[in-house]
């Protein structure tokens, strides 16, 4: 229904439809750059009218990366994308990729559709994905700034809501509170925060019994502290242009009553926001008035959502659209190779009355199966409570977050332990409610003296 939608509003000749659907026979061969390939080549062969005077374009769910991956890879700067719309697209993943790649989704696919189950792109689309994590991270150097080089606005929207039939289903991904059924809102929100750990230049020249020392101090429980790693907040949201973002009331991710493409009954809420998207100019001023509608949107739809009512029988509605954060840590060593073996501990120490630990907040954590080194965690940071929207946040007690990395292989090797120490108001900065923050990490990977020595001859 989009394409007749946006036909109905822009006229006949001004919709193109660019059919990439070949990819969705589920090749387990197929990968993202594939399909942004694709789309270059569908472009330069069937509309090269669109390179050279530039166009505009929606996307819905997977496309979110194969649009950024295709900027990233094949767009001039400026690009000829002016405005990018985004209806769920699952930026940092999303829950149903791990769970599509299980054996018996994989048999159901073979058995009764005759296809894989698309193997890389949903190695791509997991939580807490390499790949992805590069590409989204892509845009945060100067030199490729999606908004100030490539000149490129985006709009982000995504719905709170699932369909009713698939909470029978004991699957959390499809039914999970702040999220689509496919994508939660925080994975599709572009305005993610970024933290980049590096050890120090001193911390190169730690000793084995220094470390040793250090992780006698963790397995005692106690905290570890030294100065051997060092944090970049550069690239925290604040510091960037914001991108317009909406959380949409009663959408889904699919589906013919309130899904967020075809559904029948949400076209007031989608429609409107997309041609509003659409018609904003190229203009600095112009695009940060369409972020502030975008903000209105949403506080209209918790506003709504506020007066909804639940019998015995139903879920809680309110509690579908409480905020969450997600939190992706991607531990590497100095030479770039995944630290597969690591613990995480979340530690805000003893509670007191009235205040929230960061670690109690936390509701589902998923260690990638594709690249190792990389977890998730998703958190509720809201809670509708008297008849508000209390952010949980803003009680929260200071948090440690302490990461031991272990080789497993051999004695001679050990990782170089990190505490992070944040106080609330550092908690608030760099986590928010509907939005991802990324730890990119690398722990210090140490040989022992045994691994090479050099010695003077007599």
């Known amino acids: ?90 930026n940092f993943g999303s829950g149903l990729a791990h769970i599509g790649k299980g054996q018996l989704s994989r048999w159901g696919r073979l058995i009764f559709n005759g296809t894989g189950c698309g193997t890389k792109i949903l190695n791509e689309l997991e939580f807490g994905s390499w790949k992805t994590i590069d590409l989204q991270r892509s845009f945060l150097h100067e030199e490729s700034d999606m908004y100030y080089k490539y000149k490129v606005q985006e709009f982000c929207m995504n719905g709170s809501q699932t ?29 993610f925060n970024y933290i980049s750990v590096i050890p120090t230049t001193m911390a190169h020249q730690v000793s084995k019994k220094a470390i040793a020392e250090f992780m006698e101090q ?4 106690k905290k570890v502290e030294h100065e051997h790693y060092e944090f970049d907040l550069s690239c925290l949201a604040e510091n960037r242009e914001p991108v317009p973002f909406a959380v949409l009331y009663e959408t889904a991710h699919f589906g013919e009553d309130i899904g967020i493409v075809d559904g029948k009954d949400n076209r007031n809420e989608v429609i409107p926001l997309v041609v509003k998207a659409l018609k904003t100019p ?71 009355e009235g205040f929230y630990l ?32 209390k952010e949980l946040l803003e009680n929260v007690m200071p948090t440690n977050l302490e990461i031991t990395g272990h080789e497993a292989s051999s004695d001679d090797i050990n990782y170089l332990p990190l505490t992070i120490s944040l106080t609330p108001e550092q908690i608030r900065k760099v986590i928010q409610s509907f939005r991802t923050t990324i730890f990119d990490i690398t722990l210090l990977r140490l040989p022992s003296e045994k691994v090479f020595s050099i010695t003077k001859s007599p």
């Not at 939608?5 to 822009?10: G, I, K, S």
């Not at 649009?67 to 890879?73: D, L, P, Q």
């Not at 039939?165 to 994508?183: F, G, H, M, Q, W």
């Not at 963790?218 to 429980?221: K, P, S």
């Open 1 to 90: 229904n989009l394409p007749k939608n946006l036909r109905n509003e822009f006229g006949d000749d001004s919709v193109k439809e660019i059919d990439l659907s070949r990819w969705i026979s589920l090749s387990d061969g197929v990968s993202l750059d594939d399909v942004s390939f694709a789309m270059q080549r569908a472009l330069r062969l069937q509309f090269p009218e669109l390179l050279k005077d530039g166009f505009n374009v929606v996307i819905h769910s997977t496309g979110a990366l194969v649009v950024r991956n295709w900027i990233r890879k094949f767009s001039p700067k400026p690009s000829p994308i002016n405005n990018l719309v985004y209806l769920a697209g699952a």
């Open 358 to 389: 960061l670690e109690n907040l936390v509701e589902d954590k998923h260690n990638n199966d594709h690249d190792k080194g990389s977890i998730t965690f998703y958190l509720r940071t809201q809670k509708f409570e008297n008849n508000t929207w």
């Open 218 to 221: 963790r397995l005692d429980n």
């Open 282 to 352: 190229s203009a600095i001023e112009d695009y940060r008035k369409t972020a502030q509608e975008f903000t209105q949107v949403t506080a209209f739809t918790f506003e709504r959502v506020s007066k909804l009512t639940s019998t015995i029988l139903e879920w809680d509605k309110q509690a579908q659209y409480e905020g969450h954060a997600q939190l992706i840590f991607r531990l590497q060593d100095q030479f770039g190779n995944p630290v597969e073996d690591f613990d995480i501990m979340i530690n805000s120490g003893e509670k007191k």
């Open 163 to 191: 369909l009713p039939a698939l909470r029978l289903i004991p699957i959390r991904y499809i039914k999970e509170d702040s999220a689509d059924n496919t994508v939660r809102t925080s994975s599709c929100n572009l305005n």
